[in-house]
């Protein structure tokens, strides 16, 4: 069973990332959502439509950076835009500026009329990403979307995705298993485990869930950085060995204490039974 009893609500204009062990249903349910997969049960709406009957419709709102490279090799930068903006029904009379504009901001306007075949893996992902956006899209859905990527092309990305909702009233769906990504990018954050919601809210409202608090609290708890230096100079004058932590837990140890920390190596999750 790849998703199971899933209820999950987006709102216009935001920014949500799903993030899940391997097999936990995320890719799964974007796929359901962008139309590309039917679910043998439940119901969608994307954009106020049902994806079983609405899909040409709904693929032409919305943007999917998929988690693999979406791109034609033997093709140059430029020609994979202009094949792209005419998929996605873009004027014929705007393609050559969407696709400067998509040039600049993946920034490869210096490589425009390079194959794509010569591109390191941060580029070939920036021009991955500015591909679903040559539309203007209302909604993106992002499949871990900075995968394999150095650092330099990952900033890159935060920053082109940062601009683009400060710029549009533009909703994401962003998976990855990168925390920070989520941190960062994200004003909710939905943990799935096994094709359920097993956690949704802002980090803050997350660390303060009971589970979450059990598995991750301190040992000791103090108010202010007044008590903590106290403590730590009576510790030390009776020779005890200690190390300090935050009561606040990052959302690594909120991800672990909710999903488990055995490994997760399943495959195939796609094939599986799909119940939304």
Known sequence: ????????????????????????????TLRIL?????????????????PRTSGAEIRSRIGVVPQEIALYSTMSAKENLVFFAD???????????????ALEI???TDRRDSRVSEFSGGMKRRLNLVAALLHEP?????????????PQSRNHIFEQVESLRAESDVTLVYTTHQM?????????????????????????????LEAVQRETAPRLRLKGAAE???????LREHGFQFDAESGHADLESIFLSLTGRALRDEVGADEAEVKA
């Open 106 to 108: 993946a920034g490869l």
């Open 1 to 28: 069973m790849a998703v199971a009893d899933l209820s999950l609500t987006v709102r216009r204009g935001e920014s949500v990332g799903l993030l899940g062990p391997n097999g936990a249903g995320k890719s799964t």
């Open 228 to 234: 903590l230096d106290r403590a730590a100079a009576l």
């Open 87 to 101: 998929l996605a029904g873009v004027a014929r009379g705007r393609v050559g500026e969407r696709v400067d504009w």
């Open 180 to 208: 920070g990504e989520v941190e960062r990018l994200c004003d909710r954050i939905v943990i799935l485990d096994r094709g359920r919601v097993v956690a949704d809210g802002s980090l803050s409202e997350l660390q303060g």
């Open 138 to 150: 209302e909604l993106v859905f992002l499949d871990e979307p900075t995968a394999g990527v150095d």
């Open 34 to 50: 962008s139309t590309l997969l039917n679910a043998d049960g439940g119901s969608a709406r994307v954009l106020g439509l049902d």
